[in-house]
């Protein structure tokens, strides 16, 4: 049970750094990460603590939600918080990080389709919650 959350939380978190999906558009209290995020924290107080607050974000258009995440992670400028390994640990796009991405989930029997690096955070949590389930499968 703890490996599916484990999936399903890495999950809903690649679809948020992915680009913000329609239901960030809701209330906190109705996003799919609270009650996966309540079921994985029961003895965390930190985890309990941090529950209530994404409770108490109040609903607001996807728009106005796209520009925060623009504004976090694309700029203008330099953005606050990088969404590739590669230019977090190098600076660089597209780095030796991201090559070494690529072999570990090429060693898994993935293969990265699209046009997104595979040092994307995104991928980085979907491929998470690959392991998380193949776990569950292996239990």
Known sequence: MMGTLRSELYSALAEVF??????LALSGSEWPLVSIATDLAISS????????????????PIAIRQERYNALFSGPGRPEFWLYESLYRSGKLFGSETMD???????????????????????ELAFLAYVANQQVVSD
């Open 101 to 123: 991405v690529e072999g570990i989930y090429r060693t898994a029997g993935l293969v990265i389709e699209g046009a997104e690096l595979p040092d994307h955070v995104s991928l």
């Open 18 to 23: 992915s680009d913000p999906p329609d239901w």
């Open 45 to 60: 107080k930190n985890g309990r603590q941090a529950i209530e607050r994404m409770k108490g974000i109040s609903p607001e």
